[in-house]
């Protein structure tokens, strides 16, 4: 019940954010993110970058020029290359709101 | 801080379940009871379907039975024949699903299952229910396919396939060895758990050897033709041991015409169908799978020995309330691995709070990711990103995946480092 205010608060930015996108739910991409950009990527151990904190325009950006091959990168142009540009702008959206 | 963020990151996905149920008051497992759903299985499947389960929908009750209560990964187990690693680092608990997520842990196995009351029976003696069931029970090994190789074999002939006592005994094993000799690898044809785990275990053998035996040497003898990043494999074995040399510690075999048929413990030699003779003083034989016994046992697997499944919702062909992922599920062409094993988990938790809110089945996106190490230093990986295609089967994005782009020492040492990163990451995604 303590979550409510919350709830209100990420449903509003949840509507907003979808409108532009309709079609994709972000989710089933973003999740898959988690598996490499934990919290844990937080750890000075971890070599893989913390995603926190980049806005939703540096995430767009970084995607799409590892998709494009503009950024020289080990693995991230493997994976940006699945999906289209505009599930990389949802996908940048939703991430930079966790 | 990461209190903070792990509040916020609650709220956030609470708020895509509860709107939805708050919109939809009416459905008969709001009006009464919150809807339950059993988990199967505390690996990489069952765990993370469990966590993302809670994580979507706050108000679905989420069960997870596993035997055991504590697990210990296969992913990063083949460090531990370089040295690099030990059982306990590869362990980890249940306690943050339970702490952090309300998920409810019977330690025990399921016995048996009644699908048509949609109710489990436990080892233990009781019974539970469920709205849905999620099964990631893993695999089991078929023991007829060599002669002379059996589960009693296996304490002596250790696979070492599934993490646990069997590592160790390998481990022991190699240590024991006289410098100068020979450790047989037998891998299955596929499919089998981790397509590159053989590969990435020989390396870490020849990484221990190459310090403490230099003269000895290990067989692969392979059903198959070719493998998994056999190109980048070979290319690390030619800079670290010599592969390709007349002194190579490291020699591939494959007996794909030539399957091996019988097994000598006496004399530790396996004997092919042409009749060649391999003898060796550690021998390694990874048996081929199966789903596990528990899958087979409740007609959930079809003649391949593998659970068919809708691939959007990971629901068993046979029956719609009960979801198999991970290893046990046939997802090909996504290989068994513990990623793909979460993703599919993650695609299932989604389909799992859609069905149950009666909201649509969003698109599902598949990756996997495996890395391997061949030495400390050198890390190697492949990729894949799947999607449904246009007759609704599971097919990798054109384009995209593939294995490591270059291979030259800065990528090598960056992709080390990542393998591990992704480990310790991915551990953290599913149990914590
Ligand atoms: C040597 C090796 C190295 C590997 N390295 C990697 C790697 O680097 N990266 C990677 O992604 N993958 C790797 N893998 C593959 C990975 O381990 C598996 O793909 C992964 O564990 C599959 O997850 P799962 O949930 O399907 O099964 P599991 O992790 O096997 O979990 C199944 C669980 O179900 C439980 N269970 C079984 N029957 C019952 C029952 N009747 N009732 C209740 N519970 C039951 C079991 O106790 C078990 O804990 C490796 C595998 C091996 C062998």
């Given amino acids: ?98 | 801080m990461i209190g903070l963020s792990r509040r916020r990151f609650l709220q956030g996905l609470a708020g895509v379940g509860a709107g939805v149920l708050s919109g939809c008051g009416g459905l008969p497992f709001f009006s009464g009871a919150k809807a339950h759903v059993v988990v199967v299985g505390g690996g990489f499947g069952g765990a993370t379907a469990a966590k993302y389960l809670h994580l979507l929908d706050a108000n679905i009750q989420v069960t997870l039975i596993e035997p055991k209560a504590k697990y210990i990964t296969c992913p990063g187990s083949n460090w531990l024949f370089a040295g690099l690693t030990g059982l306990d680092q590869l362990t980890v608990d249940y306690q943050a699903l339970q702490d952090k997520y309300g998920i409810k842990l019977l330690v025990d196995r399921v016995s048996s299952l009644d699908a048509g009351q949609r109710r489990l029976r436990l080892a233990g003696g009781q019974s539970v229910s469920y709205d849905r069931l999620i099964m990631s029970p893993g695999i089991d090994f078929r023991w007829d396919a060599m002669a002379g190789y059996d589960q009693a074999a296996a304490e002596q002939f250790p696979h070492a396939w599934q993490a646990g006592p069997q590592t160790l005994m390998l481990a022991r094993q190699l240590q024991a060895m006289p410098d100068g000799g020979v450790v047989l690898i037998v891998v299955p044809a596929d499919p089998y758990r981790c397509p590159p785990g053989p590969y990435e275990r020989v390396s870490m053998m020849a990484y221990w050897l190459k310090q403490y035996k230099p003269r000895s040497k290990i067989l692969i003898l392979d059903a198959k033709r070719s493998f998994s990043k056999q190109a980048l494999f070979e290319a690390g074995w030619k800079k670290h041991y010599g592969y390709g040399t007349a002194n190579s510690m490291i020699e591939w075999h494959s007996l794909a015409d030539n399957p091996l048929l019988e097994l000598d413990k006496q004399n530790r030699v396996l004997t092919s169908e042409f009749g060649d003779r391999f003898r060796g003083d550690v021998l390694n034989i990874i048996p081929p799978q199966s789903a596990a016994h528990i899958a087979l046992q409740q007609g959930l697997a079809d003649s391949t020995g593998w659970c068919p499944v809708r691939p959007l919702t990971g629901q068993s062909l046979f029956n719609e309330f009960i979801h198999v992922i991970g290893d046990a599920a046939h997802y090909a062409p996504i290989p068994k691995s513990a990623f793909a094993a979460n993703s599919e988990a993650k695609a299932c938790a989604l389909a799992v709070t859609s069905l149950l809110n009666q909201t649509p089945v969003p698109e599902a996106h598949w990756l996997n990711t495996c890395y391997s190490l061949i030495a400390p230093d050198h890390g190697i990986s492949v990729a894949g990103v799947y999607k449904l295609d246009a007759a609704n089967v599971i097919a990798p994005v054109k384009g995209a995946g593939g294995v490591s782009p270059r291979i030259d020492a800065q990528v090598a040492a960056a992709e080390a480092d990542y393998t591990r990163a992704v480990y310790r990451n991915l551990i953290a995604d599913t149990f914590g």
């Fill in chain 1, 1 to 98: 019940m303590k979550r409510i205010g919350y709830v209100s608060a990420a449903l509003l930015a949840s509507a907003l954010s979808s409108m532009a996108y309709a079609e994709i739910d972000a989710r089933a991409i973003a999740f898959n993110c988690w598996n490499c950009h934990t919290e844990s990527s937080l750890d000075a151990k971890s070599s893989i970058p913390s995603l926190k904190s980049l806005s939703a325009q540096q995430l767009r950006q970084a995607l799409l020029d590892f998709k494009y091959d503009k950024k020289p990168a080990t693995l991230m142009p493997r994976l940006a290359k699945g999906y289209s540009d505009a599930e990389l702008a949802a996908v940048a959206e939703y991430l930079s709101r966790y």
